[in-house]
């Protein structure tokens, strides 16, 4: 993790975020390591949330029932978000299917974009669970 000076709040925040598939909330976050830090607040861990999503370590997937999900899985991946229990989950693409995106960023660099240097494709509908 890249980061200016060591925090244990932050080393927590960011091992918890890689540690799951569930794209948490920073409340989720904040609840999951109250425990173990007493001293923490909600600010805390979206400051440090916002710090280790600055360092490219962590990202922002979407925000699904009002709140920001976040997820430490820096590969190349799009996400589905099923609109009914707002779950997310993440679409690995393979050899069999390959992601669609440098075939739709070589044809923005034809109609005139001048640099993409991020993407962010998600599927919405339902999931197996619902």
């Known amino acids: 993790m890249r980061t200016q000076n060591y925090s244990r709040k932050r080393q927590a925040i960011y091992e918890l975020l890689l540690s799951t598939d569930s794209h948490p909330t920073a409340e989720w976050i904040y609840n999951s390591l109250k425990p173990k830090y007493p001293d923490l607040s909600l600010g805390t861990v979206y400051r440090n949330l916002k710090l280790l999503e600055g360092n490219g370590v962590v990202k922002s997937v979407a925000v699904v029932d009002?709140?920001?999900?976040?997820?430490?899985?820096?590969?190349?991946?799009?996400?589905?978000?099923?609109?009914?229990c707002a779950r997310v989950i993440d679409i690995f693409f393979t050899e069999s299917m390959p992601d669609p995106i440098p075939d739709m960023v070589k044809r923005a660099y034809i109609e005139g974009v001048k640099d993409v240097d991020s993407y962010n494709l998600i599927f919405y509908g339902e999931c197996d669970k619902c």
Do not use: L, N, T
Not at 72 to 79: E, I, K, V, W
């Open 66 to 84: 009002g709140c920001e999900r976040y997820d430490a899985r820096m590969s190349p991946h799009s996400h589905f978000v099923c609109k009914k």
